[in-house]
């Protein structure tokens, strides 16, 4: 693995369990194994570590996703349903591995940090995006003339999701964010559903 | 107002704006107009004082809501769907003035402060109950057969909530936070509703 992309996991690993601001230049180099040159190298500060990470988590979920076995069903509302299945089956194991490094960052730097709040922004939003359209033409299948918008539909999966990691963190207990999506998957089968 | 609730108040301001990690105690001395000898009065550290404004911000919670006009209402149907739109309607305006304390201080210390991470979870759960005794009530009027449990739903609202704040920030927007809610509003409608 080079250099740039262990700079890259530990900053996902170590941000993720104990935030940005705690999270130190060397820790992050003594994680990785490599030295403060080599990190100045290839990155002026921690926040154009933390930029650079943000989009690195951001191109892995994509891997993930894009070939996850639900994108190859052919029932837009089944793809919709099964992503949620695979977002709760993610609730487990260490918190750090499946959490989202998004999400935890832009807590702390939204005010602080533009920079990074806005790139936590786009890339929620660019992965929203993919669920945006699946739901799209799941509607467009289904419920046409149902009230709500695909995209605002999607930008609230991804809501219900980043606040069953907050759940799941306060108890300590992944199994509690799993359940949290039980109920959003609940709600996109009934509005994804026509009524009788 | 006494000193402690002054460095409170700050803790909450300063909190809420840059995190935990990042608000040190000489900011929330200076914020509060306070000596620091003063903080270490009431205070043995900092981590002291997050655990005491952890249930200072849950007290101040629990008089917001319990002199809400929705609390008034006799259907208990109603009386959660309110409490939705009032959790909407405080979508707006300053972040640090209406976003929750509680999933911001997780985020980063559920592994590196066990204590913090506890308050959080308590006074999260503690709100929870609240909606819970709601839901449980309109679930026995409304839908007795219902699959879900209401303490399960109860903090499925609370993820909701959580994660809408994300969403806000993140687009730094109070808005987005809202327009999550028109949807956990409608789920929650629709479980409430006896099917036809």
Sequence with gaps: MDTKTKLLDA????????????????????????SKGSFFHHFPDKEALALAAAKHFSARA????????????????????????????M??????DFTCLLGTM???TYVTHPAIRAACDAEIRHHADDVARDLAEAKARYVPDAPWDPQSMALYTQAAIQGAFILAKAH???????????HLRR??????TPSA
Excluded: H, N
């Design 11 to 34: 900053a996902l690993r170590l941000i993720r369990t104990k935030g940005y601001t705690a999270t130190t230049v060397d820790e992050i180099c003594r994680d990785a194994g490599v």
């Design 62 to 89: 994509d891997e993930l996703f894009a070939s996850a076995p639900y994108r190859a069903e052919s029932d837009p509302r089944a793809r919709v349903l099964r992503y949620v299945d695979q977002r709760r089956a």
């Design 187 to 192: 709600y996109l089968e009934t509005q994804l």
């Design 91 to 96: 609730m487990r194991g260490d918190f750090p």
């Design 172 to 182: 300590d207990d992944p199994s509690v964010g799993a359940e949290c999506l039980t």
């Design 106 to 108: 832009v807590q702390e």
